[in-house]
């Protein structure tokens, strides 16, 4: 009995129901994949904006750190005598010295 083959072949109506099973199993997984991207999407938008919120509130704590910094080196630059300068000093360029000299 070499050489006999036997096929099987399915009526009409079961190729239809695999093709409607198969359609809706397709369906299934692609709808899970679109909420699945949405869910994804929702998560990193949320994360972005408590990011942004941490960074604001970040930004806002190294200012009061540095106003505190200055206000301890006023503080202390006081203490030894200094002074805080509002007259300002200009240096004129036009006439040639030896540390300024002419680089015509």
């Known amino acids: 009995m070499m050489g006999i ?3 099987k072949t399915y009526s009409p109506k079961t190729v239809v ?3 409607l099973v198969m359609t809706g199993v ?3 997984l692609y709808m899970y994949f679109v909420a699945s991207s949405v869910v994804h999407v929702v998560i990193r ?3 972005e904006q408590v990011s942004q919120k941490l960074k604001s509130e970040i930004s806002l704590l190294e200012n009061n750190y ?3 910094q200055h206000k301890v080196s006023r503080r202390i630059s006081s203490l030894e005598g200094y002074d805080e300068v509002t007259e300002k000093v200009f240096i004129d360029r036009t006439a040639p ?3 300024l000299g002419s680089t015509e």
């Open 5 to 7: 083959t036997t096929t």
């Open 26 to 28: 397709l369906f299934g």
């Open 17 to 19: 129901q695999l093709l």
């Open 66 to 68: 540095i106003a505190a």
């Open 97 to 99: 010295s030896l540390v």
């Open 45 to 47: 938008t949320e994360v």
